[in-house]
């Protein structure tokens, strides 16, 4: 790959991975991961500026403007901070603000692991509170800041204007507490404090954020009509005595030493907090020094965020068990003495496979090093042998399943260990699991949990039992099984309600071998019912956009196995819809008479695929917009067709509104 290739991978991922985290909420990878990602792009970008474009990750602020939100402009853009990684970078960034300002001061400060919302308050009461968005327009979130017990609604003094700025965040017992009542919902999961603060912030019913305790810390004071500062300690200060719960234990430092030092003892202290940080800033204190130094489009020169290290510690593994997972696979776990480990108590780590122990030279009874890297799985960094003890024990991966007891094997490609035993209890409570997940037929209340009292107790043993629990109903909250009356009526709704889903759904909770949501949306396009894709050739799967060998024998394979389609079977007879919504072609032409335009990349749709979904609908698609454009489908970077659609005034939607179209 050359370099011009690199640079252009690497910002599709930083892209995707931006859109994961500051949209989504649902990071794949870790900030620590993520932030190499991007430091290698800023290098590359440096070294050939010749390639540096206008929508590089590096040239903006992450984020976007949720459509449901209320959208308000901000008053100044709302920019990043540049990072640094090394003591090194902090040197430098004092020594440059002492070349261009005499004795400057600097505040050292925790950056806390949230999400940046302006306040406004009007002659002393609060109007507005909106997040970064994209840095020029961002989304309110007024209903939910109301519901922010640290943030004051008045303040004592009335000044006809004032901004300011913090980040909201949600404490480690919140978070905790959160995980631990949603763990049966089966709703979306967060990984960390952070996510879940933001994805709370950032809906719409304002109930949530009040169940769920979210705090802020005010760091900045934007903008105070009627009133001058001379310095941001000051403006910190003065923010305490109006009622703010300002960044605490703040530090004012002159020299690079100083600066380091408080820098220093915030990354000691960090994992004691009650709540996550993720470095510490470093701000020029005074508030004319701040104007001569000035800021580029992306971060202000007189600021800086040191990001720490991920925190490693030490411990030993007192054992290895296996878990199954629903694909039968084998998970070695460690579990470990219990640490606490970036603020969470850590007690099991996965090792991943055979290979993995093996290169690591991991045996049960090891010292090793643990990581939390961006605070999400721990991981076994390495082992000390040099502290093994003399009755430590080398681990393989056990040749029969630690559920069933069949024989397992392993599959050299992926070094995975799977029990092939497709009978296998473990398997069956992954695979019920599965089927009810939000991505595929989404039951709520059918969690893990649920699941494994449901098999235990002997009601279900399949997917397709699910759909004959109704009749054991009475039986079910007598024992208590799912829990009282109400929650199991909730279960038995929501099952009822799931048998109306689209094909798509039911293909991806059957959890076909190398098929997930999106082969299955490929399939439930291209087929009218379940039959037909049960039914169809190596030859017509072959044919189907992005499916290749490996998924087609997959399929194949499925519907080759005649308890697969006994169980197909049970499903249609319980009322399970199996038929295509999407690939009713003929009979429904909903968008006959309608032209759209596509434009910027759609979150989860290729573009050909949209316009197969138009066209099956009688509509039309056409290349640029005009006054006889009906709708202009856009997504990510959307560049001048959506700016016309706007000037014409054609209705814009997004990938959301559009499959909503096709419901
Ligand atoms: N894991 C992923 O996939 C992924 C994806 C995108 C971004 N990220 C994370 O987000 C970071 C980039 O986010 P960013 O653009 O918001 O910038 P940033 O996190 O590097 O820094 C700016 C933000 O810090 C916050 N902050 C907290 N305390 C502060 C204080 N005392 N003073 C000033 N600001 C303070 C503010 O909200 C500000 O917007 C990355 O470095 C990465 O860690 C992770
Ligand atoms: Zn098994």
Redesign the pocket.
């Known amino acids: 790959m050359n370099i011009k290739e690199r640079i252009e991978e690497l910002r599709n991922l930083i892209k995707y991975?931006?859109d994961?985290?500051?949209d989504k909420e649902q990071?794949?990878?870790?900030?620590y991961e993520?932030?190499q990602l991007?430091q290698e792009l800023k290098t590359l970008e440096n070294e050939h500026p010749e390639y540096i474009t206008s929508d590089s990750p590096t040239q903006k602020?992450?984020g976007t403007v949720k459509r449901e939100l209320r959208k308000v402009p901000h008053d100044v853009p709302v920019i990043?901070?540049q990072?640094a990684f090394s003591k090194e970078e902090i040197y430098d960034f004092v020594n440059k603000v002492k070349s261009q300002i005499t004795n400057p001061k600097f505040v050292v400060?925790?950056?806390?692991d949230g999400?940046?919302v302006m306040l406004r308050y009007h002659n002393g009461k609060l109007t507005e509170g909106i997040t970064?968005g994209n840095g020029e327009v961002g989304e309110s979130v007024y209903e939910n800041v109301l519901e922010i017990k640290t943030i004051p609604k008045s303040i004592p003094t009335e000044l006809p204007y004032l901004e300011v700025r913090g980040?909201v965040y949600m404490s480690n017992k919140s978070f905790e507490m959160v995980l631990e009542r949603e763990k049966n919902k089966g709703g979306k999961k967060y990984k960390t404090a952070r996510n879940l603060a933001s994805g709370t912030l950032r809906q719409l019913d304002s109930r949530i954020v009040r169940e769920r305790n979210l705090d802020m810390f005010v760091?900045?004071l934007e903008i105070s009509e009627g009133k001058d500062f001379t310095s941001h300690s000051e403006t910190l200060e003065w923010l305490k005595t109006q009622g703010f719960t300002v960044?605490p234990n703040y530090k004012i430092c002159s020299t690079a030493d100083e600066v380091w030092e408080a820098v220093s003892s915030i990354g000691e202290e960090r994992n004691k907090l009650p709540f996550g940080i993720?470095g510490a800033?470093i701000k020029v204190d005074n508030l004319s020094d701040r104007r001569v130094l000035g800021s580029t489009s992306k971060v202000p020169r007189w600021a800086i965020?040191y990001?720490y290290p991920p925190e490693q510690k030490e411990t030993v593994i007192k054992d290895i068990k296996i878990q199954v997972g629903r694909t039968g696979r084998l998970t070695p776990l460690a579990i470990l003495e219990p640490v606490k480990l970036a603020g969470t108590d850590v007690s099991k780590a996965t090792l991943h496979n055979q290979d993995f122990i093996n290169l690591k030279d991991i045996q049960i009874g090891d010292t090793v090093v643990i990581q939390k890297a961006?605070d999400i799985i721990p991981e076994v960094i390495k082992s000390i042998p040099e502290k093994r003890p003399a009755n430590a024990m080398k681990y393989t991966i056990p040749t029969n399943c630690p559920i069933c007891n069949s024989p397992t094997v392993r599959d050299e490609n992926v070094a995975d260990t799977r029990c092939i035993n497709t009978e296998c209890p473990a398997q069956q409570l992954g695979g019920i699991v599965y089927f009810a997940s939000k991505g595929a037929m989404d039951i709520e209340g059918l969690g893990p949990s649920s699941v494994e009292s449901l098999i235990s107790e002997g009601f279900i043993k399949d997917i397709g039992d699910i759909y004959y629990l109704e009749q054991y109903r009475d039986e079910l909250i007598e024992k208590g099984v799912v829990g009282r009356k109400k929650s199991t009526d909730n279960l038995l709704k929501a099952i009822e309600k799931s048998k109306e889903n689209d094909l798509e759904k039911l293909i991806t909770g059957l959890g076909i071998k190398n098929v997930g949501k999106q082969t299955a949306r490929v399939l439930a396009m291209n087929f009218p019912d379940i039959d037909a894709v049960s039914n169809a050739t190596y030859e017509q799967l072959i044919a189907l956009p992005d499916f290749g060998d490996i998924v087609a024998k997959s399929i194949l394979n499925f519907f080759n196995q005649e308890k697969n389609h006994q169980l197909i079977a049970k499903l249609k007879s319980a009322g399970v819809n199996v038929k295509s919504k999407s690939s009713e072609i003929s009979s429904d032409d909903r968008f006959s008479g309608k032209t759209f335009v596509i434009t910027g990349t759609l979150p989860t749709l290729k573009r050909d695929e949209a316009t197969k979904m138009i066209q099956m609908y009688g509509g039309k698609v056409s290349g640029s917009v005009s006054k006889k454009t009906s709708y202009v489908l856009a997504g990510e970077e959307a560049g001048s067709k959506l700016t016309k659609a706007q000037d014409l005034g054609v209705r814009i939607i997004n990938e959301e509104e559009f499959m909503d179209m096709l419901k």
């Open positions: 991975h931006n994961l985290y500051y990071p794949e990878i870790t900030d993520y932030d991007v602020v992450g990043s901070l990072d400060e925790m950056k806390i999400l940046t970064r980040e760091f900045n960044i993720d800033v965020a990001k961006g």
